[in-house]
């Protein structure tokens, strides 16, 4: 096991339970202003892709919204501690609080009952098991919950409750089957219009060719990433020829500091893509409301299985699934061949909210 991803995980139970409640009690002397909105990460130091539409619709109301945002794993520690202090401020006397994934500062205490934290997560459907259902993701010494203080979780359909209330420990009321809100963005023209004159001014040497974007999952632990297939992907390159364009979309903590703030977030490359490889990610239910083809690339399809597993039947969902990298550049040529494609009835049942209406219903919860 990872020392440091130890050290790491106990430095932060300490500062969960021991320095961040007492920061909470010293602010909330005041009363909760209802009309106060908290938007806060601690994955982007600027305001993540799952948060980008529903934070421009609050700030088009009279909602006074605070935004907090740092990336623990990337900025100083000073500028995490101030964004700590900063968040916890906010968070005694705000009328609701989003979140859009693993966020410390926010369980850290038992928190005012005027209080609303809505967890949008960062993930459509219910894929690869997750959370307290993933000894990777949390591991068992790891004392407290994560999302115990979330009042309303966001998912994309009523297939995915049990499997976020199972791996949240949250009671399945708190579950809403609502939408995610991001992925009203794709049903949106002028949103899509933009992102592709902005990406082909950026790579003009793009526009004329088909685009293939390889978006694998985070295999590991925040201590321990790990990306897998990469060198077949590299082969890919070489056999598609200079009428292709490949782009890896790595998760961001798997690259250099220096190379986490693209210009594009991999939702946004979506829209650019002609066929998505992906292999566990959830990033391919966003894709199926696209309707474009997609392969699946999972060379260690049967160890992940055994090792983390998945909530649904890995095998029917939709797309062409390699797992021999021989296999690979023929399953690629075959999807890119065929028509526009039509979302599979798995697709429909992880995704019957996520019609382009998620974040009317979201907005309406905020009150």
């Known amino acids: 096991m990872n020392r440091k991803f130890v050290l790491k995980q106990y430095a932060k139970m300490g500062m969960q339970n021991l320095f961040l409640p007492v920061v909470y009690r010293i602010y909330k002397r005041k009363k909760v202003d209802k009309n106060c909105v ?5 994955h982007h130091s600027e305001v993540p892709f799952s948060m980008r539409y529903l934070l ?3 700030q088009k109301t009279d909602k006074r919204v605070i935004t907090i945002f740092s990336d623990y794993a990337g900025d100083s520690i000073w500028r995490n501690l101030r964004q700590m202090l900063r968040f916890m401020k906010a968070y005694a006397n705000a009328g609701y609080v989003i979140l859009c994934d693993n966020f410390l500062p926010a369980a850290s205490c038992k928190k005012r009952r005027e209080t609303t934290v809505i967890q949008l997560w960062h993930a459509c459907g219910a894929l690869k098991k997750f959370g307290y259902d993933a000894p990777e993701d949390i591991p068992g010494y790891y004392r407290g919950n994560v999302w115990k203080n979330c009042d309303i979780v966001t998912v994309s359909s009523k297939q995915c409750i049990p499997y976020f209330a199972s791996a ?65 992907i590299d082969h890919l390159a070489l056999q598609l020829g200079e009428t292709w364009e490949l782009i890896k979309a790595p998760h961001p903590h798997l690259l250099p500091k220096e190379q986490r703030t693209g210009s594009f977030s991999t939702e946004e490359l979506l829209v650019v893509t002609d066929l998505l490889i992906t292999d566990y990610s959830s990033i391919l239910f966003d894709y199926l409301l ?17 090792k983390r597993g998945f909530y649904m039947d890995y095998g029917a969902l939709a797309g062409t699934l390699v797992v021999r990298e021989e296999d690979l550049y023929g399953a690629v040529i075959k999807e890119a061949g065929q028509a526009e494609k039509a979302v599979d009835f798995d697709a429909r049942l992880y995704l019957d909210a996520c019609d382009g209406k998620a974040t009317e219903r979201i907005m309406r919860m905020i009150q």
């Open 290 to 306: 696209l309707h474009r083809p997609l392969v699946r690339f999972a060379p260690d399809l049967a160890q992940y299985e055994e």
């Open 56 to 58: 421009a619709q609050l």
């Open 38 to 42: 908290v938007f806060a990460d601690a």
């Open 168 to 232: 949240m420990r949250l009671p399945k009321e708190r579950i809403f089957p609502v939408g995610v809100s991001r992925t009203d963005l794709y049903y949106q023209k002028a949103f899509c219009d933009e992102v592709r004159k902005r990406f082909f001014c950026a790579y003009p040497q793009m526009e004329n060719k088909k685009i293939v974007l390889w978006a694998p999952t985070f295999r590991g632990n925040a201590g321990q990433g790990s990306l897998c297939g990469e060198a077949a």
